[in-house]
């Protein structure tokens, strides 16, 4: 039997807030094999949300080794990063060890220190420079917190700072490169998305030091090579890097004005790409998706705290922790009975932005069922990407195509309920690791390898069935809902 040379592949690796993720990707978009391993989120106190550096590294190269048990043979040609975004590393320049937990993406510690420690004139300047809004979400506030407590006798000096993608391309080349990628470093309101650089300006409102921070570079920039890590051969080339939101919006094919994809993990991202800023401050921020052969491409993005999650407190409540189970449970009454959940578990990310928000369940009487508060959980889930789009479209432009990803599109109930909310088609792509492949497209084009896969790999439309009048009257509900959750009252 004649067999062929090895395949070639892209290791791409998707570093997640619960999961990491390794997939092999041939340039014409076949998936050679996967492995995943989880990752332990803790929350220490109310509000706070963090992870152990060291614990996502074992995670990434368990789940890499695993990728690679399912395809020994193929070579690696390269590999891509898709990480979650705003949560912050801390380490030792010298030796790598941690100088603290890594502070979640959710996580609040900061929000008192953001409303009192910053001005006008520096929230001003946030705006200005990176078209985001000053909230314990994004990374500069926690790099500040990580500042002021680290461990007695840390020399300052010693201390390396980055999101998740700089802690892994620091892991992944031995210590040889401290860089992370533009759209990353977007998310940090310490980088200028005009200029494409950390902003001086900015480094002095939140009282960071530039020689603490990594390089940020163009999203195919090409990050160093490998050397020491487990189940990869010494010297493969990290040939691109993403956010996995980015990565995921580059996955689907939603590149160009007027397209858009909602990400449904833990929280959710809704991005879609625009032409040019917008010139006052949105409730849905602009963002920087990516730098791509020198040229930058916006997009307006908001973020949901709780939507995942929403759905793992309810089937903690309900269906013993299960969600499988918990959507089951919601497909069996044909809606939530005029029961409302406003998951503000953390307050409200976009387009509300209030931190101070009370989670809350309304509506109820004495004939709502479990079966009922497990649709409103579902429900809360489309709502809030319905008040997202709502904005998108209010500051853009119409959307022609939106599409949908992540561990919850895996429900039809969960996308068909997101259709009816919005009034449009949604479209599930088959790709379950779209993260993954978005960023090995990336690192495939890079290499001068055009993917030929279809964009978003096809998938499933879901139409809306919902009669329109009924759709209004329900978000009617919902705004009203959210107006008591924020300020106590005034019902639609």
């Keep these: 039997m004649v067999t062929g040379p090895p395949a070639a592949a892209i290791l791409a690796i998707d570093q997640g807030t619960t999961n990491s993720k390794a997939v092999l990707v041939t340039a014409d978009g076949r998936v050679l ?107 500069a506030p926690k790099m500040r917190w990580l500042l002021d407590h680290l461990p007695d006798g840390t020399p300052v000096d010693d201390v390396r700072l980055g999101t998740v993608d700089s802690w892994l391309i620091w892991r992944l080349t031995g210590g040889a490169q401290h860089l992370c990628e533009a759209g990353n470093a977007s998310r940090t309101l310490l980088y200028d998305i005009t200029v494409l650089d950390w902003s001086a300006d900015l480094l002095a409102v939140f009282g960071v030091s530039a020689s603490a921070l990594p390089t940020a570079v163009p999203s195919d920039a090409g990050f160093g090579r490998t050397a020491g890590v487990p189940h990869v051969p010494d010297g493969v080339p990290i040939v691109a890097v993403l956010a996995d939101s980015h990565a995921a919006l580059y996955g689907h094919g939603c590149t160009e004005v007027g397209t858009a994809k909602a990400t449904y993990g833990t929280g959710s991202s809704v991005m879609a790409p625009v032409d040019t800023l917008p010139a006052a401050e949105s409730p849905v921020p602009a963002t920087l998706a990516w730098v791509i052969g020198g040229s930058p491409r916006y997009a307006l993005e908001g973020n949901i705290l709780f939507s995942g999650a929403t759905l793992s407190w309810a089937a903690g409540l309900l269906t013993g922790g299960d969600v499988g189970d918990l959507v089951a449970l919601a497909a069996t009454v044909p809606d939530s009975g005029g ?31 479990r079966a009922h508060i497990a649709r409103a959980a579902v429900e ?12 998108i479209e209010e500051r853009a432009v119409p959307l022609r195509l939106f599409r949908a990803d992540g561990g919850a599109t895996a429900s039809p109930l969960v996308v068909q309920t997101q259709a009816d909310l919005l009034g449009r088609d949604v479209q599930v792509g088959e790709v379950a690791e779209i993260s993954a492949v978005g960023a090995a497209r990336l690192a495939w084009a890079t290499l001068g390898q055009q993917a030929s896969w279809p964009a978003g790999g096809g998938g499933r439309v879901y139409t809306p069935e919902l009669p329109e009048a009924e759709r209004r009257r329900r978000r009617r509900v919902w705004a009203g809902e959210i107006r008591r959750a924020r300020y106590g009252g005034g019902a639609a």
Aim: hydrophobic share 40%.
């Design 380 to 391: 809360a889930v489309g709502h809030q990407i319905c008040d997202i789009v709502a904005i």
């Design 339 to 369: 029961t409302t959940l406003v998951p503000a578990f953390a307050g409200l990310g976009a387009p509300h932005w209030d931190r101070a928000a009370h989670a809350m369940v309304s509506g109820m009487s004495e004939s709502t069922g």
């Design 33 to 139: 094999s996967t492995g995943s391993a989880p990752v332990g989120v803790s929350a220490p106190r109310p509000g706070w949300i963090e992870q152990d550096a060291e614990l996502i590294w074992a995670s990434v190269c368990e789940a890499v080794a695993a990728c690679r048990r399912g395809a020994p043979d193929a070579d690696v040609a390269g590999i891509a990063l898709s990480t979650q975004r705003e949560s912050v590393v801390g380490w030792h320049s010298g030796t790598g060890g941690a100088v603290g937990p890594v502070i979640g993406w959710q996580d609040r510690r900061t929000a008192r220190w953001c409303t009192e420690a910053i001005d006008d004139r520096g929230r001003r300047l946030v705006h200005e420079r990176t078209g985001l809004r000053v909230d314990p979400m994004f990374s």
